[in-house]
């Protein structure tokens, strides 16, 4: 993509970029109504049975995914025009969804300034290797690498670690504002669970909202997952890097039906918020469909993104990613080699 190109397919999304007070407010009542009333009502199913009540916390599950995705808006200061306006309802969203506002806004900026640059790996995004670094390392590191990519562990376990456990901690080298909002969202965290716990019992309580935190983050992680990592994906050593390329080559339009679209708040359409972070999700679609090249970017559905689910590694060479077993050979190939005694 020339320069020439990449400032016209800018000045064709920004005018996207500007959020709409009434829409915004709109999807706030439609998405936080919504799951107060699912939420009661997996309540009361549990005096018929638990599994009853997963009903309605499956699709609050996926309320409160959308409820992420006004947070992350906020935290791009897409979601209203004024900054602190952005702020406020972001930390009320962060409390909900268990993200402090500050925090995770540093670490997802640093994601949309990086992603797809294998040289500046390691902030807000997917743990991944290439092809290269996997058979060059220790034993002990291809183990630990194995087992944060398996899908039990980094679907089943990520929600606990990354948002109920990593959350709760400021980064290092933090600054005192952004120390500062972490506790505050833990404090509401607390009051509003204990409160919550009063008034139908801390029991009840920790089975409607766990239940409903541990779909919506395996979701979560699922949808940032599958929109990076994704058979011919963008990645690039810093020198050749690119901005643009890595935006819309390298972050893929999930397509999904218009339902799961309402609730993931259109973050299918994730190359069109790499490439312009401003414009509010309320938006995404309409950029995506008046602006011709974004067609174009890698397109996956729900039947195939169920392939991204072995891919492991990035290969350098061909510019794509592979399995695990697809590497076996080469595996074994290496240590043949280094097995040979010398002549």
Same mark, same amino acid.
């Given at each position: 993509?020339?320069?020439?190109?990449?400032?016209?397919?800018?000045?064709?999304?920004?005018?996207?970029? !500007?959020?709409?007070?009434? +829409?915004?407010?709109? %999807?706030?009542?439609?998405?936080?109504?919504?799951?107060?009333?699912?939420?009661?009502?997996?309540?009361?199913?549990?005096?018929?049975?638990?599994?009853?009540?997963?009903?309605?916390?499956?699709?609050?599950? #996926?309320?409160?995914?959308?409820?992420?995705?006004?947070?992350?808006?906020?935290?791009?200061?897409? =979601?209203?025009?004024?900054?602190?306006?952005?702020?406020?309802?972001?930390?009320?969203?962060?409390?909900?969804? *268990?993200?402090?506002?500050?925090?995770? &806004?540093?670490?997802?900026?640093?994601?949309?300034?990086?992603?797809?640059?294998?040289?500046?790996?390691?902030?807000?995004?997917?743990?991944?290797?290439? @092809?290269?670094?996997?058979?060059?390392?220790?034993?002990?590191?291809?183990?630990?690498?194995?087992?944060?990519?398996?899908?039990?562990?980094? *679907? #089943? /376990?990520?929600?606990?670690?990354?948002?109920?456990?990593?959350?709760?901690?400021?980064?290092?080298?933090?600054?005192?504002?952004?120390?500062?909002?972490?506790?505050?969202?833990?404090?509401?965290?607390? *009051?509003?669970?204990?409160?919550?716990?009063?008034?139908?019992?801390?029991? +009840?309580?920790? *089975? @409607?909202? #766990?239940?409903?935190?541990?779909?919506?983050?395996?979701?979560?992680?699922?949808? =940032?997952?599958?929109?990076?990592?994704?058979?011919?994906?963008?990645? +690039?050593?810093?020198?050749?890097?690119?901005?643009?390329?890595?935006?819309?080559? &390298?972050?893929?339009?999930?397509?999904?039906? !218009?339902?799961?679209?309402?609730?993931?708040?259109?973050? #299918?359409?994730?190359?069109?918020?790499?490439?312009?972070?401003?414009?509010?999700?309320?938006?995404?679609?309409?950029?995506?469909?008046?602006? $011709?090249?974004?067609?174009?970017?890698?397109?996956?559905?729900?039947?195939?993104?169920?392939?991204?689910?072995? =891919?492991?590694?990035?290969?350098? %060479?061909?510019?794509?990613?592979?399995?695990?077993?697809?590497?076996?050979?080469?595996?074994? !190939?290496?240590?043949?080699?280094?097995?040979?005694? $010398? /002549?």
């Amino acid at each position: 993509m020339t320069t020439e190109n990449t400032k016209i397919l800018k000045k064709q999304v920004a005018p996207f970029e !500007k959020s709409t007070t009434k +829409e915004s407010v709109w %999807q706030i009542i439609n998405t936080i109504g919504p799951f107060i009333i699912l939420w009661y009502l997996a309540y009361i199913s549990l005096s018929v049975s638990f599994w009853l009540s997963l009903v309605p916390a499956v699709i609050a599950a #996926g309320f409160l995914t959308r409820v992420f995705i006004i947070f992350h808006d906020c935290t791009h200061h897409s =979601f209203f025009k004024y900054r602190k306006a952005n702020r406020v309802v972001g930390t009320a969203m962060g409390v909900l969804t *268990l993200f402090p506002f500050d925090q995770w &806004g540093h670490e997802h900026s640093v994601h949309h300034a990086t992603s797809g640059n294998l040289d500046k790996r390691g902030t807000g995004d997917i743990w991944t290797l290439t @092809v290269e670094e996997y058979l060059a390392a220790p034993l002990k590191l291809r183990i630990a690498y194995h087992i944060y990519r398996n899908p039990v562990v980094m *679907l #089943g /376990l990520g929600p606990i670690w990354v948002i109920l456990i990593k959350n709760r901690f400021n980064r290092k080298g933090a600054r005192k504002k952004e120390r500062m909002n972490t506790y505050l969202t833990n404090v509401l965290i607390l *009051l509003l669970a204990g409160l919550i716990s009063w008034v139908v019992g801390w029991q +009840e309580f920790l *089975l @409607v909202q #766990g239940s409903i935190f541990w779909i919506s983050g395996a979701a979560g992680i699922w949808l =940032f997952y599958v929109q990076h990592t994704f058979e011919d994906s963008y990645f +690039e050593e810093d020198k050749k890097w690119e901005y643009v390329k890595a935006a819309v080559e &390298g972050s893929s339009f999930y397509k999904l039906p !218009k339902v799961l679209q309402f609730l993931t708040g259109n973050i #299918g359409f994730h190359h069109v918020h790499h490439l312009s972070p401003r414009v509010p999700n309320y938006k995404l679609e309409e950029a995506h469909e008046k602006t $011709e090249p974004l067609k174009n970017v890698p397109t996956i559905t729900l039947a195939t993104s169920l392939k991204s689910i072995r =891919f492991r590694l990035w290969d350098e %060479q061909h510019k794509n990613f592979v399995s695990f077993k697809e590497i076996k050979h080469l595996t074994k !190939k290496r240590a043949s080699v280094q097995a040979k005694p $010398e /002549l």
